[in-house]
Structures are given as C-alpha cells and as structure tokens.
C-alpha cells in the first residue's frame, strides 16, 4: 500500500482467495468484484481525504446545532469555516 504497487494487488488477492482464513477469502473476493476502481485506489495518488473532512465537519455542525437554531444560521456557520 504505502509503495502504490497496484499491479501486484492481483497476486495477493489470488493468495487471500486461497487462505484458510475465511475472513481473509471473502475480503480477497470482495476486492475482486471492483477490481479495477480498487487497483485504481491503491495506484493513483489522489484522495478524498480532504472532501470527507469538511463533510465531516458539517455533519457535527448540523448534528450541534438540530433542534436549536435556524437553517440561515447553520448555513452562515459551515460558510464562516473556522
């Protein structure tokens, strides 16, 4: 994972199917079902990281705030960004 090396995720996956462990063969063959976005994942150097941290943020700030203020004041809030 931390050297990017999709190419090789066929032949562990192909190892993970055939391991005793049940878990792991049924992980294996859950990469297996969308292995080109999964492969795709591991190689490119992009990431969401960023996006899920501010949905995040405004997740807890809707979450605070149900119940007590208005929509124009949550939405002057997440727009402010601390």
């Known amino acids: ?12 996956i192909g190892e993970a199917e055939q391991s005793n462990l049940g878990p792991l063969k049924s992980f294996g063959g859950f990469l297996r079902q969308d292995f080109d976005a999964v492969t795709a994942g591991v190689t490119l150097p ?4 960023v996006v899920e941290g ?25 727009l402010a960004r601390p």
């Open 54 to 78: 501010h949905v995040c943020r405004v997740k807890l700030l809707k979450r605070s705030m149900y119940g007590r203020a208005s929509f124009a004041l949550l939405r002057a809030r997440i």
């Open 46 to 49: 992009y990431s969401s990281g």
């Open 1 to 12: 994972m931390r050297h990017r090396r999709g190419t090789m995720l066929g032949l562990w």
